[in-house]
């Protein structure tokens, strides 16, 4: 039978019956060029400057959590009666959710403005792409029922929480795979047992987990809190996101001013920067290898903030970082004025030789739900069929219900000392 296997690290064997006519339109949505651009933006952005072998792209992250997703139908199919058709634009979204995601994570989103959910659906929904074309080959109504379910509408709740809630494919798959890829050992967790323990509530046809699941959950759960605090809000990863930013920022200003002699005009960089719309093809276009070009095209341009921050990123002259969090906000930012104001005496300039950073994130939030958004709620169905939130059964959600955070100060080598003096510390 014509089988096509991928080997994956988190999943191991990946196969895809091509004889069936989903697994044939999944085997070639990975060969669309906008899927194969995913192969060119890192998973984990500049996270390898901190965990040399987080080289992971976006491709293959997106290939696990379809897996994820197929794994946890076929758990909740032996259960419930689960359409084919239902299925498949399940799989199909669960594939294409990040393919319109930009370079180096999320932090090119941030300055450019382009938000990657919605060119996700661009791409999706655009005649012209090859994503449209195979989705739409195989049921011309398939890419609107895989945007749909995107957005969080779908025929049925379970589908949107398997797409998008406290225990989605997409969380299943990226601790497990950042975890492996970073080398941290923090965020591993029995992915197994927990999709072994998936079930529904009927009534709501909500996800829910068997009360045999509580230990798996909380391991999961764990992982998410120890990848954030250890790997995602890392001090060399915050400080070279922050290069990043502060160097696309000062190269969009330069490109307004048409003070930079590269990009040119019509490059998809320079579009995406100043707010051009850009075709699908010009985003096709867009990944880590297209800003890293100009990262090193400006390392010598004779703009002195602009090469400086690039030759850093370049060649790992991080910004180093003073850990304030002891500080409260209003302390913290009076700080970072003090601090501010110290560079600008000592020659250096605040706008480019410093910034301050505050990641947050709450590992475990209860918020609320609409009739087919992200659940609030982790549910938990014992033998009887009684259903019961899973703050009530375990104490964990109580201890990750609270934001983690850091208030840090991240300056250039050069001007750390005087900020230290500047700080007090010693």
């Not at 080398?183 to 967790?189: A, F, L, N, P, Q």
């Not at 992982?223 to 696309?248: C, D, I, P, Q, T």
């Not at 490059?267 to 276009?285: M, N, P, W």
């Not at 992200?374 to 169905?381: D, N, Q, T, W, Y």
């Amino acid at each position: 039978m014509p089988e096509k296997i991928v080997r994956d690290p988190v999943h191991d064997v990946i196969a895809f019956r091509t004889e069936r006519a989903g697994d044939a339109l999944l085997f070639a949505l990975l060969n669309a060029a906008e899927f194969q651009r995913l192969r060119r933006i890192r998973q984990l952005g500049m996270a390898s400057l901190a965990y040399p072998s987080a080289e992971h792209s976006r491709y293959s992250h997106s290939l696990g959590v379809m897996e994820a997703a197929r794994k946890m139908l076929a758990q909740l199919g032996q259960s419930i009666k689960i359409e084919p058709a239902d299925e498949l634009a399940c799989v199909a979204a669960s594939l294409l959710h990040d393919v319109g995601h930009g370079p180096f994570s999320h932090v090119f989103e941030r300055v450019s403005g382009i938000e990657h959910e919605k060119l996700t659906r661009r791409i999706i929904e655009d005649p012209g792409s090859d994503v449209h074309q195979i989705l739409a080959n195989h049921d011309p109504s398939l890419p609107g029922r895989v945007v749909d379910l995107l957005n969080h509408h779908g025929p049925s709740p379970l589908f949107c929480d398997i797409l998008s809630s406290q225990l989605d494919a997409d969380r299943l798959d990226y601790l497990l795979r950042d975890n492996l890829m970073t080398g941290s050992r923090y965020g591993d967790y029995d992915l197994g047992w927990l999709l072994h323990s998936l079930t529904t509530d009927e009534s709501s046809g909500r996800l829910a987990v068997t009360w045999k699941g509580v230990s798996a959950v909380e391991a999961y759960l764990q992982s998410r809190y120890h990848m954030y605090r250890n790997v995602y809000f890392h001090k060399v990863v915050r400080a070279a996101e922050g290069m990043v930013k502060l160097a696309l920022q000062r190269a969009r200003r330069l490109m307004v001013q048409d003070r930079l002699q590269w990009p040119p005009r019509d490059h998809a960089v320079s579009k995406a920067l100043t707010g051009q719309r850009l075709t699908i093809e010009e985003y096709t276009d867009l990944d880590d290898v297209s800003v890293l070009h100009c990262f090193k095209t400006w390392a010598t341009a004779d703009d002195a903030p602009l090469a400086e921050l690039c030759r850093g990123l370049l060649y790992r002259r991080l910004f180093k970082t003073l850990d304030i969090t002891h500080l409260c906000e209003s302390d913290a930012n009076a700080a970072f004025l003090r601090a501010q104001s110290a560079v600008a005496a000592a020659g250096g300039d605040p706008a480019y030789h410093l910034f301050y950073d505050e990641p947050s994130d709450t590992p475990y939030e209860v918020y609320q739900q609409d009739s087919c958004g992200p659940s609030g709620e982790i549910l938990v169905r014992d033998p009887t069929g009684r259903l019961t939130p899973f703050t009530a059964l375990s104490p964990l959600p109580a201890a990750l219900n609270r934001q983690l955070m850091f208030r840090r100060i991240h300056v250039a080598a050069q001007w750390r000392d005087v900020v230290r003096k500047s700080l007090g510390l010693s």
